[in-house]
Protein backbone atom coordinates (compact mmCIF):
# COMPACT_ATOMS: atom_id res chain seq x y z
CA UNK A 1 0.00 0.00 0.00
CA UNK A 2 1.69 3.42 -1.02
CA UNK A 3 1.09 6.58 0.23
CA UNK A 4 -2.06 9.06 0.26
CA UNK A 5 -2.41 11.45 -1.62
CA UNK A 6 -4.44 14.13 -2.32
CA UNK A 7 -4.95 15.80 -5.78
CA UNK A 8 -3.61 19.06 -4.98
CA UNK A 9 -5.19 22.54 -5.40
CA UNK A 10 -8.55 21.67 -5.14
CA UNK A 11 -9.64 23.31 -2.02
CA UNK A 12 -7.72 26.34 -0.54
CA UNK A 13 -5.64 25.78 2.21
CA UNK A 14 -6.45 29.22 3.24
CA UNK A 15 -9.58 31.32 2.49
CA UNK A 16 -9.76 32.80 -0.93
CA UNK A 17 -12.00 35.16 -2.53
CA UNK A 18 -11.61 36.30 -6.34
CA UNK A 19 -12.12 40.57 -6.77
CA UNK A 20 -15.39 39.75 -9.16
CA UNK A 21 -17.20 38.57 -5.76
CA UNK A 22 -17.18 41.60 -3.73
CA UNK A 23 -20.11 43.60 -4.15
CA UNK A 24 -21.93 41.02 -5.32
CA UNK A 25 -25.82 40.44 -3.88
CA UNK A 26 -25.65 36.78 -1.72
CA UNK A 27 -28.33 35.69 -4.09
CA UNK A 28 -25.99 35.87 -7.54
CA UNK A 29 -25.60 33.13 -9.25
CA UNK A 30 -22.20 33.68 -9.63
CA UNK A 31 -19.56 30.28 -10.00
CA UNK A 32 -17.39 30.34 -7.69
CA UNK A 33 -14.57 27.43 -7.82
CA UNK A 34 -12.45 25.49 -9.86
CA UNK A 35 -14.25 24.53 -13.54
CA UNK A 36 -13.67 20.21 -13.19
CA UNK A 37 -15.15 19.61 -16.23
CA UNK A 38 -16.21 20.59 -19.68
CA UNK A 39 -19.57 19.71 -19.75
CA UNK A 40 -22.60 19.97 -17.69
CA UNK A 41 -24.20 16.24 -17.31
CA UNK A 42 -28.20 15.92 -16.51
CA UNK A 43 -28.30 12.60 -14.85
CA UNK A 44 -32.49 12.17 -14.06
CA UNK A 45 -33.80 8.75 -11.86
CA UNK A 46 -37.53 8.40 -11.62
CA UNK A 47 -39.12 5.12 -9.78
CA UNK A 48 -41.72 4.31 -7.51
CA UNK A 49 -42.21 0.94 -6.11
CA UNK A 50 -42.49 -0.83 -9.67
CA UNK A 51 -41.62 1.36 -12.06
CA UNK A 52 -37.83 3.00 -12.97
CA UNK A 53 -36.54 5.30 -15.89
CA UNK A 54 -32.81 6.45 -15.98
CA UNK A 55 -31.81 8.58 -18.51
CA UNK A 56 -29.43 11.24 -19.41
CA UNK A 57 -31.27 14.56 -20.40
CA UNK A 58 -29.94 17.52 -22.16
CA UNK A 59 -32.02 20.49 -21.18
CA UNK A 60 -33.41 21.02 -17.69
CA UNK A 61 -36.68 21.58 -19.51
CA UNK A 62 -36.85 17.83 -20.28
CA UNK A 63 -37.69 17.28 -16.23
CA UNK A 64 -40.22 20.28 -15.11
CA UNK A 65 -42.81 17.45 -15.69
CA UNK A 66 -41.35 14.97 -13.43
CA UNK A 67 -42.07 17.68 -10.52
CA UNK A 68 -45.67 16.85 -10.39
CA UNK A 69 -45.73 13.14 -10.58
CA UNK A 70 -45.99 10.65 -7.02
CA UNK A 71 -43.01 8.91 -8.19
CA UNK A 72 -39.97 9.71 -6.64
CA UNK A 73 -37.11 12.04 -8.76
CA UNK A 74 -33.17 11.91 -8.71
CA UNK A 75 -31.72 14.94 -10.80
CA UNK A 76 -27.96 14.77 -10.83
CA UNK A 77 -26.03 17.13 -12.04
CA UNK A 78 -22.33 16.99 -13.10
CA UNK A 79 -20.49 20.52 -13.07
CA UNK A 80 -21.78 23.74 -11.70
CA UNK A 81 -19.42 25.97 -14.08
CA UNK A 82 -22.85 26.98 -16.26
CA UNK A 83 -24.68 29.69 -14.44
CA UNK A 84 -27.52 29.58 -17.11
CA UNK A 85 -28.47 25.64 -16.64
CA UNK A 86 -28.43 26.75 -12.44
CA UNK A 87 -30.42 29.53 -13.14
CA UNK A 88 -33.04 27.69 -15.57
CA UNK A 89 -32.80 25.24 -12.46
CA UNK A 90 -33.82 27.89 -10.14
CA UNK A 91 -36.89 29.48 -12.20
CA UNK A 92 -38.37 25.81 -13.39
CA UNK A 93 -38.43 23.80 -10.11
CA UNK A 94 -38.89 27.67 -8.76
CA UNK A 95 -36.33 27.96 -6.12
CA UNK A 96 -34.61 30.72 -4.60
CA UNK A 97 -32.01 31.86 -5.99
CA UNK A 98 -29.90 32.79 -2.50
CA UNK A 99 -30.09 28.29 -2.24
CA UNK A 100 -28.41 28.02 -5.73
CA UNK A 101 -25.64 30.69 -4.92
CA UNK A 102 -25.16 28.39 -2.28
CA UNK A 103 -24.71 25.28 -4.65
CA UNK A 104 -22.14 27.48 -6.75
CA UNK A 105 -19.48 28.24 -3.90
CA UNK A 106 -17.65 24.97 -3.62
CA UNK A 107 -15.39 26.50 -1.22
CA UNK A 108 -18.62 27.07 1.75
CA UNK A 109 -18.47 25.20 4.97
CA UNK A 110 -20.85 22.41 4.66
CA UNK A 111 -23.78 23.60 5.86
CA UNK A 112 -27.92 22.89 6.38
CA UNK A 113 -30.86 25.53 5.31
CA UNK A 114 -34.59 24.92 5.51
CA UNK A 115 -36.28 26.84 3.10
CA UNK A 116 -40.18 27.23 2.44
CA UNK A 117 -40.95 23.88 0.41
CA UNK A 118 -37.21 22.79 0.12
CA UNK A 119 -34.20 21.54 1.92
CA UNK A 120 -30.71 22.52 1.30
CA UNK A 121 -27.52 20.31 2.10
CA UNK A 122 -23.57 21.01 1.51
CA UNK A 123 -21.04 19.09 2.41
CA UNK A 124 -17.52 17.34 1.06
CA UNK A 125 -17.51 13.80 -0.54
CA UNK A 126 -14.53 12.23 -0.46
CA UNK A 127 -13.64 9.39 -2.24
CA UNK A 128 -10.26 7.03 -2.53
CA UNK A 129 -9.05 6.05 -6.49
CA UNK A 130 -6.64 3.57 -6.86
CA UNK A 131 -4.00 2.26 -7.53
CA UNK A 132 -2.46 5.72 -6.98
CA UNK A 133 -4.52 6.49 -3.43
CA UNK A 134 -5.78 9.92 -4.06
CA UNK A 135 -8.27 11.09 -1.90
CA UNK A 136 -10.49 13.04 -4.39
CA UNK A 137 -12.82 15.81 -2.45
CA UNK A 138 -15.31 17.44 -4.16
CA UNK A 139 -18.39 19.76 -2.74
CA UNK A 140 -21.85 18.13 -2.64
CA UNK A 141 -24.76 20.03 -2.40
CA UNK A 142 -28.34 18.46 -2.26
CA UNK A 143 -31.97 20.44 -2.71
CA UNK A 144 -34.70 17.91 -1.42
CA UNK A 145 -38.29 18.93 -2.10
CA UNK A 146 -41.33 16.63 -1.71
CA UNK A 147 -40.76 14.75 -4.68
CA UNK A 148 -37.44 15.56 -6.40
CA UNK A 149 -34.21 15.72 -5.21
CA UNK A 150 -31.43 17.58 -6.82
CA UNK A 151 -27.41 16.93 -6.51
CA UNK A 152 -24.99 19.16 -7.47
CA UNK A 153 -21.23 17.40 -7.95
CA UNK A 154 -18.27 19.43 -9.60
CA UNK A 155 -17.04 16.94 -11.89
CA UNK A 156 -18.55 13.27 -13.39
CA UNK A 157 -17.73 10.46 -10.79
CA UNK A 158 -19.25 9.64 -7.52
CA UNK A 159 -19.78 6.93 -4.77
CA UNK A 160 -23.17 6.71 -5.43
CA UNK A 161 -23.20 3.61 -7.45
CA UNK A 162 -24.13 1.60 -4.84
CA UNK A 163 -27.45 3.54 -4.25
CA UNK A 164 -28.15 3.43 -7.80
CA UNK A 165 -27.88 -0.72 -7.94
CA UNK A 166 -30.13 -1.04 -4.59
CA UNK A 167 -32.73 1.88 -6.75
CA UNK A 168 -32.04 -0.58 -9.95
CA UNK A 169 -32.28 -3.96 -8.12
CA UNK A 170 -35.94 -3.14 -6.48
CA UNK A 171 -34.92 -2.92 -2.85
CA UNK A 172 -38.22 -2.74 -1.31
CA UNK A 173 -36.58 -0.05 1.14
CA UNK A 174 -35.41 2.68 -0.89
CA UNK A 175 -38.27 1.74 -3.67
CA UNK A 176 -40.98 1.97 -1.48
CA UNK A 177 -39.60 5.58 0.21
CA UNK A 178 -39.48 8.94 -0.67
CA UNK A 179 -37.05 11.49 -1.32
CA UNK A 180 -35.91 11.97 2.18
CA UNK A 181 -34.95 8.41 2.57
CA UNK A 182 -33.18 8.94 -0.90
CA UNK A 183 -31.49 11.83 0.56
CA UNK A 184 -29.98 9.82 4.02
CA UNK A 185 -28.42 7.06 1.49
CA UNK A 186 -26.53 9.37 -0.40
CA UNK A 187 -25.59 11.51 2.96
CA UNK A 188 -25.14 7.84 4.31
CA UNK A 189 -22.71 6.61 1.43
CA UNK A 190 -20.83 9.83 2.13
CA UNK A 191 -19.88 9.56 5.51
CA UNK A 192 -19.23 5.68 4.98
CA UNK A 193 -16.58 6.86 2.81
CA UNK A 194 -15.19 9.15 5.81
CA UNK A 195 -14.78 6.32 7.67
CA UNK A 196 -13.33 4.12 4.90
CA UNK A 197 -10.53 6.54 4.04
CA UNK A 198 -9.66 7.07 7.91
CA UNK A 199 -9.51 2.96 7.79
CA UNK A 200 -7.01 2.92 4.90
CA UNK A 201 -5.01 5.72 6.86
CA UNK A 202 -4.87 3.92 10.22
CA UNK A 203 -3.58 0.66 8.26
CA UNK A 204 -0.73 2.42 6.78
CA UNK A 205 0.14 4.82 10.45
CA UNK A 206 0.48 1.48 12.64
CA UNK A 207 2.55 -0.07 10.48
CA UNK A 208 4.89 2.72 11.28
CA UNK A 209 5.03 1.05 14.69
CA UNK A 210 6.81 -2.18 13.25
CA UNK A 211 9.58 0.45 11.83
CA UNK A 212 9.93 2.59 14.53
CA UNK A 213 11.24 -0.19 16.62
CA UNK A 214 13.08 -2.33 13.87
CA UNK A 215 15.07 0.90 12.04
CA UNK A 216 13.90 4.12 13.08
CA UNK A 217 15.62 7.25 10.50
CA UNK A 218 14.31 10.34 9.60
CA UNK A 219 12.18 9.11 6.62
CA UNK A 220 9.61 8.19 9.40
CA UNK A 221 9.75 11.53 10.62
CA UNK A 222 9.04 12.36 7.78
CA UNK A 223 6.18 10.15 7.09
CA UNK A 224 4.87 10.89 10.26
CA UNK A 225 4.41 14.57 9.57
CA UNK A 226 2.89 14.14 6.32
CA UNK A 227 0.20 11.71 7.50
CA UNK A 228 -0.45 14.17 9.99
CA UNK A 229 -1.24 17.24 7.38
CA UNK A 230 -3.54 14.67 5.63
CA UNK A 231 -5.43 13.83 8.91
CA UNK A 232 -5.73 17.42 9.20
CA UNK A 233 -7.20 18.44 5.91
CA UNK A 234 -9.56 15.40 6.99
CA UNK A 235 -10.63 17.06 9.72
CA UNK A 236 -10.81 20.15 8.35
CA UNK A 237 -13.66 18.95 6.09
CA UNK A 238 -14.97 15.82 8.09
CA UNK A 239 -15.69 18.25 11.50
CA UNK A 240 -17.93 20.67 9.89
CA UNK A 241 -19.76 17.91 8.47
CA UNK A 242 -20.80 16.82 11.72
CA UNK A 243 -21.78 19.80 12.64
CA UNK A 244 -24.56 19.88 9.67
CA UNK A 245 -26.24 16.74 10.76
CA UNK A 246 -26.56 17.66 13.98
CA UNK A 247 -28.43 20.82 13.06
CA UNK A 248 -30.46 18.58 9.76
CA UNK A 249 -31.58 16.04 12.64
CA UNK A 250 -32.90 18.73 14.96
CA UNK A 251 -34.86 20.03 11.88
CA UNK A 252 -38.65 20.67 12.28
CA UNK A 253 -39.18 20.42 8.22
CA UNK A 254 -42.62 17.96 7.21
CA UNK A 255 -39.91 17.45 4.26
CA UNK A 256 -38.60 14.41 6.20
CA UNK A 257 -41.41 12.08 7.37
CA UNK A 258 -41.39 10.72 11.21
CA UNK A 259 -40.36 7.07 9.56
CA UNK A 260 -37.02 8.58 8.29
CA UNK A 261 -35.92 10.67 11.42
CA UNK A 262 -34.44 7.71 12.95
CA UNK A 263 -32.18 6.88 9.86
CA UNK A 264 -30.88 10.44 10.02
CA UNK A 265 -30.29 9.92 13.61
CA UNK A 266 -27.82 6.90 12.43
CA UNK A 267 -25.82 9.77 10.44
CA UNK A 268 -25.01 10.90 14.07
CA UNK A 269 -23.47 7.95 15.47
CA UNK A 270 -21.35 7.38 11.93
CA UNK A 271 -19.58 11.01 11.73
CA UNK A 272 -19.09 10.82 15.35
CA UNK A 273 -17.37 7.32 14.72
CA UNK A 274 -15.09 9.08 11.76
CA UNK A 275 -14.35 12.15 13.97
CA UNK A 276 -13.65 10.06 17.09
CA UNK A 277 -10.91 8.44 14.60
CA UNK A 278 -9.22 10.92 13.32
CA UNK A 279 -8.59 12.25 16.68
CA UNK A 280 -7.35 8.88 17.94
CA UNK A 281 -5.17 8.53 14.68
CA UNK A 282 -3.53 11.92 15.61
CA UNK A 283 -2.89 10.69 19.09
CA UNK A 284 -1.59 7.76 17.52
CA UNK A 285 0.85 10.04 15.13
CA UNK A 286 2.09 12.13 18.48
CA UNK A 287 2.86 8.93 20.26
CA UNK A 288 4.50 7.92 17.24
CA UNK A 289 6.59 10.49 17.22
CA UNK A 290 7.51 10.90 20.67
CA UNK A 291 8.67 7.11 20.83
CA UNK A 292 11.17 8.17 17.59
CA UNK A 293 12.72 11.22 19.85
CA UNK A 294 12.78 8.27 22.85
CA UNK A 295 14.44 5.43 20.95
CA UNK A 296 16.77 8.05 19.29
CA UNK A 297 17.59 9.93 22.39
CA UNK A 298 17.87 6.25 24.08
CA UNK A 299 20.48 5.32 21.12
CA UNK A 300 22.38 8.41 21.70
CA UNK A 301 22.91 7.64 25.37
CA UNK A 302 24.12 4.11 24.90
CA UNK A 303 26.29 5.62 22.35
CA UNK A 304 27.58 8.43 24.73
CA UNK A 305 27.93 5.93 27.76
CA UNK A 306 30.30 3.84 25.49
CA UNK A 307 32.37 6.80 24.80
CA UNK A 308 32.68 7.75 28.23
CA UNK A 309 33.55 4.72 29.56
CA UNK A 310 35.96 4.28 26.91
CA UNK A 311 37.63 7.85 27.76
CA UNK A 312 37.69 7.00 31.63
CA UNK A 313 39.52 3.63 31.01
CA UNK A 314 42.44 5.71 28.66
CA UNK A 315 42.88 8.79 31.69
CA UNK A 316 45.05 6.42 34.11
CA UNK A 317 46.61 4.86 30.94
CA UNK A 318 47.75 8.05 29.60
CA UNK A 319 48.54 9.28 33.02
CA UNK A 320 51.01 6.70 32.98
CA UNK A 321 52.22 6.23 29.27
CA UNK A 322 52.36 10.28 29.70
CA UNK A 323 55.13 9.73 32.87
CA UNK A 324 57.53 7.62 31.00
CA UNK A 325 57.08 9.44 28.11
CA UNK A 326 58.60 12.38 29.62
CA UNK A 327 61.97 13.74 28.79
CA UNK A 328 64.36 13.24 32.10
CA UNK A 329 67.54 11.04 32.22
CA UNK A 330 67.04 9.53 35.38
CA UNK A 331 63.47 7.19 35.55
CA UNK A 332 64.01 4.37 37.97
CA UNK A 333 62.24 1.81 35.84
CA UNK A 334 63.77 3.08 32.57
CA UNK A 335 66.32 0.93 32.29
CA UNK A 336 64.83 -2.59 33.86
CA UNK A 337 64.72 -5.29 31.31
CA UNK A 338 60.98 -5.70 32.33
CA UNK A 339 59.86 -2.38 32.82
CA UNK A 340 58.10 -2.16 29.12
CA UNK A 341 56.02 -5.63 30.14
CA UNK A 342 55.32 -4.63 33.84
CA UNK A 343 53.47 -1.27 32.36
CA UNK A 344 51.40 -3.18 29.57
CA UNK A 345 50.53 -5.85 32.85
CA UNK A 346 49.41 -2.41 35.03
CA UNK A 347 47.45 -1.01 31.54
CA UNK A 348 45.73 -4.43 31.47
CA UNK A 349 44.96 -4.69 35.53
CA UNK A 350 43.62 -1.16 35.37
CA UNK A 351 41.24 -1.69 32.52
CA UNK A 352 40.24 -5.16 34.27
CA UNK A 353 39.25 -3.08 37.27
CA UNK A 354 37.70 -0.40 35.97
CA UNK A 355 35.52 -2.40 34.04
CA UNK A 356 34.57 -4.76 37.01
CA UNK A 357 33.55 -1.39 39.12
CA UNK A 358 31.34 0.17 36.29
CA UNK A 359 29.48 -3.82 36.00
CA UNK A 360 29.31 -3.37 39.41
CA UNK A 361 27.72 0.22 39.71
CA UNK A 362 25.69 -1.00 36.54
CA UNK A 363 27.14 1.50 34.57
CA UNK A 364 27.61 -0.80 31.42
Do not use: C
Not at 7 to 13: E, N, Y
Not at 78 to 107: C, P, Q, S
Not at 297 to 303: A, E, G, T, V, Y
Amino acid sequence: MGTYKRKPQRIAKYIKKSKKEIGLPPDAIFFRGEQKIDHVLLRLIDFDASNLQESTIEKVEEAIHYNDKNSVTWLNIDGLHNEAIIEKIAANFNLDTLLLANVMDTASRPKFQDFDGSIFISLKMMRLEHPNNQVVVENLSLILTNSMLITFQESKGDVFEPVRERIRTQKPRIRNSGTDYLAFALLDIVVDNYIYIISEFAEKIESIEDKLISNPDQSIVEEINTFKKELNFLRKNINPAKEMIFSLTKTETNLIKKKTEVHYKELIDNINHAVESTDNLREILSDQLNIYHTTISSKLNDIMKFLTVFSVIFIPLTFIAGIYGTNFDVVPELHYKYSYFIMWGVFVIIVIVMLFYFKKKKWL
